[in-house]
């Protein structure tokens, strides 16, 4: 238990350093109907997956529930509600995400539901260099009035901040090849699809989510 906190913990930290980097201005979202709505539990519904990969939706559910404990929220256990679903006879993400909000409300009882689209997974291979990017929006629906509470967007690269400048050019092929290796025996993009959840998801002002009532920073937003 304690490895998998550090793990995710380590990503957290991650994305924080990374999106405090300069970057373009960013508008402040409008928080009044979030304020007005004030959740307390959430419901995660299965991603709608718009990349080729067919485990991008597992990887960004695996992940994204972490950052909304974190940030004060009760989330629905995952397989619980998965097998809620399959035994009414919804498997796909398309046919999740459009069941109407008050049929959710009245199965599940939760304040919310998260609805996640994930646009990019994966890694695209070069002559010098690999990247591995996941990119996922999402928006928090109040499932009693079906509003849209929140909607954000984030995108993990694993190219940020580096620079190829040295070894050479014998280097970076060798270090292409290297990593083209390791990519396709393993799911590279893991890593980046927790890093794209807590930057979408974390608190940070002015557009991630407000926090929730089990954080003690609640209501301070």
């Known amino acids: 238990m304690m490895p998998r906190f550090l793990k995710y913990s380590a990503v957290l930290v991650v994305a924080v350093l990374l999106a405090g980097c300069a970057g373009p201005k960013t508008i402040a979202y409008d928080y009044s109907?979030?304020?007005?709505?004030?959740?307390?539990?959430?419901?995660?519904?299965?991603?709608i997956n718009e990349s080729p990969e067919v485990q991008a939706p597992y990887s960004l559910l695996s992940?994204?529930?972490?950052?909304?404990?974190?940030?004060?929220?009760?989330?629905l256990p995952?397989?619980?509600?998965?097998?809620?679903f399959r035994q009414n006879g919804l498997t796909t993400a398309h046919d999740i995400q459009a069941?109407?909000?008050?049929?959710?409300?009245?199965?599940?009882?939760?304040?919310?539901?998260?609805?996640?689209?994930v646009t990019e997974y994966g890694t695209r291979?070069?002559?010098l260099s690999s990247d591995t990017s996941v990119t996922?929006?999402?928006?928090?629906?109040?499932l009693k009035t079906g509003t849209t509470l929140w909607a954000g967007a984030a995108r993990a690269s694993s190219e940020e901040g580096k620079s190829n400048s040295g070894g050479g050019l014998i280097g970076m092929?060798?270090?292409?090849?290297?990593?083209?290796v390791f990519n396709s025996s393993t799911d590279a993009a893991?890593?980046?699809?927790?890093?794209a959840s807590a930057r979408m998801l974390s608190p940070a002002r002015p557009v991630g989510i407000l926090y929730g009532p089990r954080s003690p920073k609640y209501g301070s937003d």
């Open 33 to 47: 109907a979030f304020k007005q709505s004030r959740p307390k539990s959430i419901l995660v519904l299965a991603p």
């Open 63 to 75: 992940q994204v529930t972490f950052p909304l404990a974190e940030a004060g929220y009760y989330v």
């Open 78 to 84: 995952i397989a619980l509600v998965d097998e809620t």
């Open 99 to 117: 069941v109407d909000t008050d049929k959710l409300h009245e199965i599940f009882g939760a304040d919310a539901a998260l609805y996640i689209t």
């Open 125 to 127: 291979y070069r002559v």
């Open 136 to 142: 996922a929006t999402a928006k928090l629906v109040d």
């Open 173 to 180: 092929l060798i270090s292409a090849a290297v990593k083209q």
């Open 190 to 195: 893991y890593p980046m699809a927790g890093i």
